[in-house]
């Protein structure tokens, strides 16, 4: 299949931040990554000092990405099916009323990890629907820039989530710190209820489902229908695998981080600033490529970039010291810009009366993924080494970077 070229004409950031509508979604969803970060920091505190089990306080940390993909093929036509402004509206009220029971309530653990789960599974829906209405609202490069922006923010608001936890959690307690990610939500699920025009739903005359034409069927039979329907197509497939693999093992390899660390000897802070080192990377990376390379220019870099990805990683296995291995990652860090080069061919490839179950696929698989590199990668480090376990990652990232070359050529892989 060969690939449409990219448009040259370039955009900038002020530019796409100048749409009210996107500024509306890029603003909430910073919010709500911010809290989503604080909420998960605050619980497994929590569930760590309620059950003293180190297992239950990392179950906690991940139970929120790993049934997204199960909701993303069971539920994920419902981001085709509804009123936008409802849907987001309805997804943040949900965290929200979700993160004040758990802030309010003595809940038993299981129940904390099913309540957690569940709205795991619904999340798909409602960030599919906002990446469709973002893909809707802008377009061109307008769009590329306008994920890039995403991916930025996502980035920092994590950090600060996660830095904002530890600080709530010391001086205002864990059920408190759960009741301001809690209010938190609410502000974005307001601002939308507000400011976000009442868009109808999309036309249900064409659907991703077993009835062509009808719009009718279940939800879960044209969700699942939509989603097998996506991956057995060759270039969407491809798409998404390219965008899921190299995030899946450079998680693997950033989870051994602070057993390198500890392992070889370095300082008991020095894990703490190389894992800050990633998103540093990241956040550079994506203004870099953003904003000063041309639209195909950033395409034909797609594999390049994999390559920087990954092989700064195969460095750990020679036992680099503190100094190196800051650089090391803030090299790989950069390296996730590829995504950039991605974005326009995904969407060209998925039907757009499909676009919210595309993307909705597109990050439930994504969070999933990262939370299986970690468990794989931490494994082989039990009969390896961290440092080696990581150098493997980075091979692996670097061998995705050869499946995605026939990409390069113009070709669905």
């Given at each position: ?7 040259e004409q370039r955009a900038t950031y002020r530019e796409v931040l100048a749409d009210p509508r996107f500024r509306l979604l890029f603003v ?108 809707e609202t802008l377009t061109g490069d307008a769009y590329v820039l306008g994920r890039s922006l995403s991916n930025m923010s996502a980035s ?258």
């Open positions: 299949m060969t690939t449409v070229p990219a448009p909430t969803r910073t919010l709500t990554v911010t809290a989503d970060s604080l909420r998960i920091m605050t619980l497994s505190v929590l569930v760590f000092a309620t059950t003293g089990s180190p297992l239950l306080g990392a179950l906690t940390f991940g139970i929120g990405f790993l049934p997204q993909l199960a909701g993303s093929l069971l539920l994920g036509s419902l981001a085709d099916r509804g009123r936008p402004r409802r849907l987001v509206t309805a997804g943040y009220g949900l965290q929200c009323a979700a993160a004040a029971v758990m802030g309010v309530a003595q809940l038993p653990v299981a129940a904390v990890l099913m309540l957690l789960a569940a709205v795991a599974c619904l999340t798909p829906v409602f960030s599919g629907v906002t990446n469709r209405l973002v893909a920092a608001a994590q950090l600060l989530g996660l830095a904002g936890g530890g600080a709530a959690v010391e001086f205002l307690g864990p059920r408190a710190a759960l009741l301001l990610s809690a209010g938190v939500y609410l502000a974005a699920a307001v601002a939308v209820r507000l400011r976000l025009p009442d868009l109808p739903a999309p036309e249900q005359t064409v659907r991703l489902g077993p009835r062509q034409g009808s719009g009718s069927g279940s939800v879960l039979r044209q969700s699942w229908y939509g989603s097998t329907k996506l991956l057995a197509e060759r270039r969407v497939r491809a798409l998404l695998l390219a965008q899921w693999l190299p995030p899946a093992f450079v998680a693997g390899a950033e989870s051994l981080i602070v057993p390198f660390a500890g392992g070889h000897g370095m300082t008991a802070g020095s894990a703490g600033p190389l894992l800050a080192c990633l998103p540093v990377g990241m956040l550079a990376g994506d203004l870099a490529v953003g904003r000063f390379v041309r639209p195909a220019v950033r395409e034909r870099l797609v594999v390049t970039l994999v390559v920087v990805l990954g092989l700064p990683l195969v460095g750990f296995a020679l036992d680099p010291p503190w100094v190196v291995c800051a650089g090391l990652l803030l090299v790989t860090g950069t390296g996730f810009a590829y995504a950039l080069g991605l974005q326009r061919p995904f969407l060209d490839a998925v039907p757009e009366a499909g676009r919210g179950q595309a993307f909705g696929l597109l990050n439930a698989g994504l969070m999933s993924v990262q939370g299986v590199g970690p468990v794989v990668f931490g494994a082989v480090a039990e009969f390896t080494d961290a440092g080696v376990a990581m150098a493997l990652a980075g091979i692996a990232t670097v061998c995705v970077a050869g499946y995605l070359a026939p990409w390069r050529t113009g070709h669905g892989g």
